[in-house]
């Protein structure tokens, strides 16, 4: 009975994993002012999914507190930026999104993700 | 436009922002002004002296300070060296803990769990680990946490769950030692401890190493001088080098570093450029003369007018362009990415599967244990750090290097690219030649001496403004030989000139106008032929109806051409001359230079399309060029290399700007590219194997068969060194010499 049970509860965890790491998505932030604010500390980026309207220049402010060197770098690789992170510091990078989609950023190792969500505007044809 | 940072004291509401908002943008100059109350910050668009923006923010009422850059590397380092320390602290802790517990442990003097006192040191040596993993491990499991909580999962979960498994089975077993057979009654904190202790000592070695790894960078960022001496109304001053403002007059002393870029516009000295051209000679410069920020200044004194300030700057610029190609990727190192983005959760995937296996078919007697330590070193071993950083910090070291040559690769692409380069093009002038015309030889007739018959040609063509005669003229001024007074100065067409030099009859032309004029040239008419088939324009003088000899004049070669496409076909390549010149003139060049291939008469615009051609045949090409004409042809190569002075870089323009003047750059960069192509692939490959063989290895494929199985410290031991293998097989990149 244990023997099953064990068993039972390994898969329950491996489908678990499946489910929250790669089908699951955090719930994206919408973006309400033209700069956001992005922490980068403990590993990850808070918020870890922005929505923002495709076409439109944001700007990310990006607040490292997080002293790894894992975190000196963010990567938006489709969008061609590469930014250094300087600690206790926020840098701005300004992006547009050119078309709708994900737009991953990373750390260098791609250990720290987050992505920006470029939506089409309420109401424009697609 | 500039930008400046201000941070602003006294703000306090929505008022005090649009006051000082109202302020900066009345001073001149300014194009926008906005204030962040959150930051206490002002950003500032416009050419305009930052001390002028403090004024006007103080007369507001507010006081404000210059925010510096990120660029003052003293703080960063600090800031570096402290969480250094802290790494450490970290891992001594650990090692204070685990070690006494795992040397006991193997001699067999601790105490079993089935006594109470044996029970009860268990259960306090359990608290003492857990002190460790909250002190020295916490960041692991916050790490952890708070990525999991985004759908995310990165180092830290992996460790948090190989050593939280260890604690917590270990804990288990000492409180409910009956749930296991005795024989599989073995806590694992001394291996939670150890672990964490090092990973923490690895994470401080790999920060050690990657300081390293950007010492380029910060050898550049040294080179900005952090003052400047300036002329303000008569008075001169030392000023922050964030405060000197546009047009102002800067006075550079013996020996001092070059604040900004500009022009002298008073005094000369010799000023060394090489480390931003990696040339080692200095140059001459005199009023009128461009200096850009970063160089030193030899022995002269001088003052000039600064041109372009802080980011505008030849020197922040290359800063800026060796960063953005230091953290950009080529292909090569996309598939690492994708599977570093997938990594942790499969590896945390495997790690259940290796525990169910052990659970299920592993010994009855030790199956729980073998499971729960199997899944916690497979956890622990898995390393997707040195996947990740493969590329990159080779990548960092490369591209340092070459801007340590003086070559800027634009990014990673392009740096992989060169080096599988199997044609390169060369443009003719200014690229294999010097592009201007210079005296290369002089033969005298009779008695006649070079010096002299320099003098009487340079007097003779003083007035003129032929690129030939400037030629001339630049070469006597070069031997210091002093001019004769010219009374008549006649240019005749398509022939030459003739001039009065201080009474005398001068003719400086070609054999017909000699001819024409009775000269008698014989001694000297084979000579001059000879200088026709190397390439060169001779031009006979005659002084008084006297033949005195030849002055050639040719685009000279550059000293080291010949040796640098030497280099190239010793590379392997193919080299190609590339000119709108006649075919003489260009197989003259080419034959000098031993290139075998030459495509002569070539328009600039027909230039991009010779590259296509070659392009079409399967080769991937390379063009030389200087950057401007060239520009099509640069572009449309798989790599285009742009020669620059150091001063009028056409930094916009190449894949790969070579500062200095020299064809050897070309070489250089081709070393560079296949010796940081080859590290990224040891480093990937190593990476590879390590995990597709530590993985299965960690899960014990091998017990089966020979009865091994990894102890989960030296997974832990092998898991923080794997990255600093990786960063320090980068760094050897660094001792990479030119020209060998």
């Given amino acids: 009975m244990n023997i099953v049970l064990v068993n039972l509860a390994g898969i329950a965890v491996i489908v678990i994993i499946v489910w929250w790491f790669w089908m699951s998505q955090p719930t994206a932030q919408r973006a309400r002012t033209d700069v956001i604010d992005i922490l980068v500390e403990g590993g990850t980026y808070t918020p870890p999914r922005i929505e923002v309207e495709a076409g439109k220049q944001v700007t990310l402010r990006f607040l490292r507190k997080d002293a790894s060197p894992c975190a000196e770098k963010v990567v ?51 | 436009m500039n930008t400046t940072r201000l941070s602003l004291s006294g703000i306090t509401c929505a008022g005090c922002v649009s006051r000082v908002e109202t302020a900066l943008n009345n001073v001149e100059g300014v194009v926008s002004a906005s204030v962040n109350l959150a930051e206490r910050t002002a950003s500032v668009e416009g050419d305009v002296r930052p001390d002028e923006l403090i004024s006007a923010v103080v007369g507001a009422g507010y006081e404000a300070a210059v925010l510096r850059g990120l ?43 089935d006594n109470t006192a ?105 080179l900005q001088p952090k003052t400047a001496r300036v002329i303000r109304d008569g008075t001169e001053m030392d000023i922050a080098i964030e405060d000197v403002g546009l047009d102002e007059t800067i006075r550079v002393r013996p020996g001092e570093r070059i604040a900004v870029d500009g022009v002298i516009i008073e005094g000369h000295s010799t000023v060394d450029e090489s480390m931003l051209t990696g040339e080692p000679v200095p140059v001459q410069k005199q009023q009128g003369d461009e200096v850009v920020a970063g160089t030193i200044n030899k022995l002269g004194s001088f003052l000039f007018q600064a041109r372009r300030i802080g980011k505008d700057t030849v020197l922040s610029q290359i800063i800026e362009m060796v960063r953005a190609a230091q953290s950009s990727k080529p292909a090569i190192g996309r598939l690492a990415d994708k599977v570093a983005s997938v990594f942790v959760p499969t590896v945390m995937i495997v790690a259940v599967v290796t525990f169910l296996a052990w659970f299920n078919f592993g010994p009855a007697e030790q199956g729980v244990t073998l499971a729960v330590v199997t899944a916690m070193t497979v956890l622990i071993i898995a390393c997707p750090c040195a996947l990740g950083l493969a590329t990159p910090i080779s990548i960092m070291v490369g591209v340092g290097k070459a801007a340590e040559f003086g070559i800027l690769i634009r990014n990673g692409d392009a740096l992989q690219q060169t080096g599988r380069l199997d044609t390169i093009i060369l443009d003719k002038t200014g690229t294999v030649t010097e592009g201007a015309p210079s005296v290369t030889e002089i033969i005298p007739a009779g008695d006649w001496s070079e010096e002299q018959i320099l003098q009487w040609s340079a007097s003779a063509e003083q007035g003129s403004e032929h690129p030939l005669a400037e030629a001339i003229v630049i070469a006597a001024n070069d031997r210091q030989i002093s001019l004769l007074e010219t009374e008549r100065f006649a240019a005749v067409a398509g022939r030459g000139v003739e001039a009065t030099v201080d009474g005398k009859e001068v003719l400086l032309g070609n054999q017909q106008l000699m001819r024409e004029r009775n000269i008698d040239i014989s001694s000297i008419v084979d000579a001059a032929t000879a200088l026709t088939h190397k390439a060169q324009t001779p031009m006979f003088v005659a002084v008084a109806g006297n033949a005195a000899g030849i002055i050639s004049v040719a685009d000279a070669i550059k000293e080291d051409s010949k040796e640098a496409i030497r280099r190239l076909y010793d590379l392997g390549l193919r080299v190609v001359l590339l000119t709108g010149d006649n075919e003489a003139t260009a197989k003259a060049v080419a034959r000098q230079v031993g290139i075998d291939q030459v495509f002569a008469d070539v328009l600039p615009k027909d230039k991009a399309e010779m590259v296509a051609s070659l392009q079409q045949q399967g080769q991937l090409v390379g ?54 192509v080859r590290n990224i692939k040891q480093n990937l490959f190593g990476a590879f194997i390590y995990n597709t063989l530590g993985i299965p290895v960690a899960a014990g494929v091998l017990f089966p068969f020979i009865g091994i199985l990894l102890n989960p410290m030296i997974a832990g031991g092998a898991m923080a060194m794997s990255s600093l293998t990786v960063v320090s097989n980068a760094n050897r990149l660094r001792f990479l010499k030119a020209r060998s």
């Fill in chain 1, 76 to 126: 938006f690789d489709k969008l061609g930026i590469n930014a250094d992170l300087a600690m206790g510091e926020s840098t701005d990078i300004v992006v547009t999104p050119p078309e709708p989609g994900e737009y991953i950023f990373t750390c260098q190792m791609q250990m720290y993700r987050g992505s920006l969500v470029a939506r089409r505007e309420a109401g424009t044809p697609s």
């Fill in chain 2, 71 to 113: 660029d003052d590397e003293s703080e960063k380092e600090a800031a570096e060296m402290a969480h250094y320390r802290r790494l450490l602290r970290k891992a001594l802790i650990g090692a204070v803990v685990g070690v006494p517990l795992f040397v006991f442990g193997m001699a067999g003097l601790l105490p079993e769990l």
């Fill in chain 2, 623 to 676: 063009m030389v060029g200087d950057g401007i004409n060239d520009a099509p042809a640069l572009a449309r190569a798989d790599v285009g290399f742009a020669i620059g002075t150091g001063t009028d870089v056409a930094i916009e323009s190449a894949d790969v700007t070579l500062m200095g003047g020299s064809l050897h750059g070309v070489s250089d960069t081709i070393r560079i590219s296949r010796m940081t």
């Fill in chain 2, 118 to 222: 044996g029970r009860i040191f268990w259960l306090i040596t359990g608290l003492a680990t857990l002190g460790v993993l909250v002190y020295s491990g916490g960041h692991f499991f916050t790490g952890a946490f708070k990525s999991a909580r985004n759908h995310n999962a990165n180092m830290d979960t992996l460790i948090a769950l190989g050593t939280g498994t260890a604690w917590l089975f270990s804990m288990v077993i000492v409180a409910w030692p009956e749930w296991v057979p005795v024989s599989a009654q073995h806590a694992y904190f001394e291996a939670a401890a150890i672990i964490i202790a090092l990973i923490n000592f690895g994470a401080a070695l790999e920060m050690r190493a990657r300081g390293k790894t950007s010492e380029a960078i910060k050898r550049l960022i040294g």
